[in-house]
C-alpha cells in the first residue's frame, strides 16, 4: 500500500467507471434497437415504410437502408405528412449524422456540455426538417402539420432509440 501512488489508484478507479458508463449505455441501446427490429419485422411493410400497432411515434431506423416506422390507425393526410417529415430527415442524412453523434455521445457519457450538444442538435434536426417539409408543402399545410405532429407526439411510448426521431417539442 505504501508503493501504491494514490493518483493511479484514481485514474484506475475513473478508467473503470468511464468504461462501465461506456458498456451501460451501449448495451441499453441495442437492447432498445434490436427490440424496434423485432417489432419492425413483424409490421406491415410498404417499401421503406413499415407500420405497427407497437409503434408509438414515427422514427426513421437504420443505416444503410433506412425505414420509416410509422403508428398504425394513422389518417391519410396525417401519414403523408409524417412520411413527408421522415423523408426530410433521410434526405439530408440526419439518421447518419445522429448514429456518429450518439456514438461520441457514448464515449464521453460523462460530459454534461455533450449531453446538452447531442439534445440541442436532435431539436435543430427536428425543427429544420418541419421547416423543409413545410416549404415543400406549402404554406397552406402548416395547420394539418401541426395538428398531425402533436397527435403523433401524444402517441409515444417511449420505446424509441435514441438514434430514432420523434417530435418531443411540441411547444417548439
Known amino acids: 500500500g505504501a508503493s501504491a501512488n494514490p493518483v493511479q489508484i484514481w485514474?484506475?478507479?475513473g478508467a473503470a467507471v468511464w468504461v462501465i458508463g461506456m458498456m451501460a449505455l451501449t448495451v441499453l441501446s441495442l437492447i432498445k434497437y434490436f427490440r424496434l427490429t423485432l417489432i419492425m419485422d413483424g409490421a406491415?411493410?410498404?417499401g421503406n415504410i413499415a407500420v405497427s400497432e407497437s409503434f408509438g411515434t414515427a422514427f426513421v431506423l437504420g443505416l444503410f437502408r433506412p425505414v420509416i416506422c410509422l403508428p398504425a390507425g394513422l389518417s391519410e393526410g396525417d401519414r403523408r405528412v409524417i412520411?413527408?417529415?421522415?423523408?426530410?430527415?433521410?434526405?439530408?442524412?440526419?439518421?447518419?449524422v445522429k448514429m456518429v453523434s450518439y456514438i461520441l455521445l457514448i464515449i464521453h457519457w460523462y460530459d454534461p456540455v455533450m449531453w446538452?450538444?447531442?439534445?440541442?442538435m436532435t431539436r435543430d434536426m427536428e425543427m429544420s426538417c418541419d421547416e423543409g417539409v413545410m416549404n415543400r408543402l406549402g404554406e397552406g399545410i402548416r395547420r394539418d402539420y401541426s395538428t398531425s405532429l402533436l397527435a403523433i407526439s401524444m402517441r409515444?411510448?417511449?420505446?424509441?432509440?435514441?438514434?430514432?426521431?420523434g417530435e418531443n417539442d411540441v411547444k417548439g
Not at 412520411?83 to 447518419?96: F, K, P, S
Not at 409515444?156 to 430514432?164: C, D, E, M, R, V
Open 156 to 165: 409515444q411510448n417511449g420505446l424509441a432509440s435514441p438514434l430514432a426521431f
Open 11 to 13: 485514474l484506475s478507479v
Open 116 to 120: 446538452l450538444a447531442f439534445g440541442l
Open 83 to 96: 412520411v413527408a417529415h421522415e423523408t426530410a430527415h433521410i434526405r439530408r442524412g440526419d439518421h447518419i
Open 44 to 46: 406491415e411493410r410498404d
